[in-house]
Structures are given as structure tokens and as C-alpha cells.
């Protein structure tokens, strides 16, 4: 129906910087949010951020707030998560999501996943 997959993940040094992007292709929406989650190994999966369709609303965790900025570039349905200031902390693989009507913390709201990508910040 969609699929979603990432890329841009790698090997960081702390306090560098990795730009995520996600593409998603299948099925058209007339309009859809976009969101960026994340989970490290024996972790529940968590909420970095997500954007509307327009762009005009965007959500981050309190963790990541100021340091990662989340984008979108509709004509290539493709969202972009710019991640600076790199801390150990943030490694995880991080996984992409999309959904018609909902762009909150909330996981299991919604419908469309990536595979994920890997993100390992070392110092």
C-alpha cells in the first residue's frame, strides 16, 4: 500500500551532525503527516518528531528539542530529519512513519513504518 524507507544513517561522532530522509512511495494522500521515531536496544520505541502535511506544525521531544529539526519536501514525499549536536544517547535505530489524520507522540497511531536505519554516535 505505502512504503516507507529511510536512509541516512551511519557512524557519528559526538557532537556531529546526520540528515536523515525518509521517501515514501505506493499510495496517494490527499494529505499526510510525518513522523520520526526512535529505539535503542532493550528500549520501548519513542517519539522524536513529526510534521503536517502543509509544514505548518511541527512536534519534537523534549530530548531532542534544539538540536534536531524535522522537514518535508511534499513534491518528492520525502520528510528529512537534520540531527546536530549528536549525543551518545541518541543512538537507536531510528524509524520512519506517515499517517492521514493523526501526528503525535502516540506509536501505535500510526499506520505506515519504515525499516529503519541505524544511527550509532560514538565519541
Known amino acids: 500500500q505505502v512504503q516507507l524507507v529511510e536512509s541516512g544513517g551511519g557512524l557519528v561522532q559526538a557532537g556531529g551532525s546526520l540528515r536523515l530522509s525518509c521517501a515514501a512511495s505506493?499510495?496517494?494522500?490527499?494529505?499526510?503527516?510525518m513522523g520520526w521515531f526512535r529505539q535503542a536496544p532493550g528500549k520501548e520505541r519513542e517519539f522524536v518528531a513529526s510534521?503536517?502535511?502543509?509544514?505548518?506544525?511541527?512536534l519534537y521531544a523534549d530530548s531532542v528539542k534544539g538540536r534536531f529539526t524535522i522537514s518535508r519536501d511534499n513534491a518528492k514525499n520525502t520528510v528529512y530529519l537534520e540531527m546536530n549536536s549528536l549525543k551518545p544517547e541518541d543512538t537507536a535505530d531510528y524509524y520512519c512513519?506517515?499517517?492521514?489524520?493523526?501526528?503525535?507522540?502516540?506509536?501505535?497511531?500510526?499506520?505506515?513504518w519504515g525499516q529503519g536505519t541505524r544511527v550509532t554516535v560514538s565519541s
Open positions: 505506493g499510495r496517494t494522500f490527499n494529505s499526510y503527516a
Open positions: 510534521i503536517t502535511w502543509r509544514g505548518g506544525i511541527t
Open positions: 512513519a506517515a499517517d492521514n489524520d493523526y501526528s503525535g507522540s502516540r506509536y501505535h497511531r500510526w499506520h505506515y
